[in-house]
């Protein structure tokens, strides 16, 4: 098979697929990316005193905790976080509180995924959900700002768990992968360990709760998006770790075995050819093609980089199973449009403004999808409403605040 990448003009690393528009990426001089040099890193650190020091830091959580929970786990019931509630509460003996933040764009797969992951570990669980007409909202101003779909979904999986730490003091965060896995944002040999207020908008958010607020969004709305100050973070001496900073990471093995053991559930995903990445939200395939389209790559690129790392797919292979689904234009655009109240043209007039540099007056291809998604494009407690309603018309989406 020959192939190669779909945007000739641009500069992609030597050994994956990565493109120089990948926020963060750097190239070495040999013109090898930053996750593709993580990824040799990986296999030279010695994961025996790594994970050490992971026991002591556990064991130092345990012995501090007196009756209040030892850690805090993040979770949205996907494969990383079902794994963080293995690794954590079946072989380190943690008491956590797990803590979802939810996007409420719940497939139905990703909330019996969450559902059984709380069943399973018994684990005492807090969940925040946005009100729905505010979500509608800023799915529109996260398109403007940032060109992606997802703001509030990294604004508050930033802020809520860091607001519940502060609360309960509960000073340690255990998060899953690590940023030096799939990202130039770290590296294995740095791993990342005080959190201060900025640390992740700059990671995801990319502008802050307060800039959020235009168009039918006020101050007050953002409330809940809001980071602790500085002087709170300090007081509760909040700090966090990644567990693939201590653990070998494998994604595949990780899910073969969350899948074999406890039931986990993979499903399609729009725009890849994987079944397990994001499978909780019904909007991850806008989330990916907003980043096609302002970047020229999306989770194809991503997952296959990741395989060609590993010795599964050699970089030609991967480049074709790019150019096949990376263009593709996912049902959950029709999703967008139909609760932002946009028509497709302004859609696209949108992600043409907020293009990088290297994309602008560049013809990107978008293709038709073939097929109907396995799952539903729709969100699952309102195919709940519509199920017990016994009615299949659409929800008016635009509610006034
Ligand atoms: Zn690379």
């Keep these: ?22 926020e ?22 010695n994961w025996v005193e790594r994970e050490a020091a992971l026991r002591k830091i556990l064991d130092d959580a345990k012995s501090r905790a007196g009756n209040n929970y030892d850690c805090i786990i993040p979770i949205s019931g996907g494969k990383d976080s079902t794994y963080q509630l293995h690794v954590l509460t079946k072989i380190y003996g943690m008491k956590p509180l797990a803590v979802t933040f939810s996007h409420n764009w719940w497939s139905e797969s990703g909330w019996y995924n969450l559902q059984n992951s709380l069943e399973t570990f018994n684990v005492d669980h807090m969940v925040f959900t ?14 403007e700002k940032i060109g992606d779909v997802s703001w509030h979904d990294h604004g508050g999986v930033g802020s809520y768990p860091l607001q519940v730490a502060v609360k309960f003091k509960i000073p340690l965060l255990i998060w899953g992968e690590s940023l030096a896995e799939n ?9 990342v360990h005080k959190f201060d207020r900025e640390y992740f908008i700059r990671q995801s958010a990319k502008v802050t709760a307060g800039e959020m607020a235009y168009d039918g969004v006020t ?27 201590y653990l070998f990471w494998d994604d595949e093995r990780q899910t073969e ?4 053991t406890y039931g986990w559930k993979e499903t399609q995903m729009e725009g890849t050819y994987k079944r397990y990445k994001s499978v909780e939200d ?42 096949e689904h990376d263009p593709e234009k996912p049902e959950a655009l029709d999703y967008y449009l139909a609760i932002t109240g946009q028509s497709e043209q302004e859609f696209y007039a949108t992600m043409e403004k907020i293009r990088v540099p290297q994309m602008r007056g560049i013809d ?28 299949d018309s659409k929800r008016s989406y635009l509610n006034d605040l």
């Design 219 to 245: 101050e007050r709305d953002m409330f809940p998006f809001t980071v602790p100050s500085q002087e709170e973070i300090d007081a509760a001496n909040v700090w966090g770790i990644h567990l693939g900073d």
């Design 130 to 143: 946005p009100n729905r007409a505010l979500i509608n909202r800023l799915a529109k101003n996260s398109v």
């Design 282 to 323: 019904v909007m991850s395939g806008m989330h990916d093609f907003t980043c096609y389209l302002k970047r020229g790559y999306g989770r194809a690129t991503e997952q296959a980089s990741l395989d060609v790392r590993n010795g599964l797919l050699t970089r030609d292979e991967a480049f074709a199973l790019i150019a």
């Design 183 to 191: 990202s130039g944002r770290a590296s294995y040999l740095d791993p």
């Design 364 to 391: 990107i291809p978008v293709k038709e999808k073939h097929a109907k998604n396995e799952e539903r494009i729709l969100p699952f407690p309102e195919q709940l409403i519509q199920k017990f309603n016994k009615t």
């Design 257 to 260: 075995f969350l899948r074999d």
């Design 1 to 22: 098979m020959t192939s190669g990448p779909l945007f000739p003009h641009l500069t992609y690393c030597t050994r994956c697929c990565i493109p120089e528009t990948q």
């Design 24 to 45: 963060g990426v750097a190239f070495d001089e040999l013109g090898i990316c930053r996750a593709c040099q993580s990824s040799e890193q990986k296999i030279h650190i």
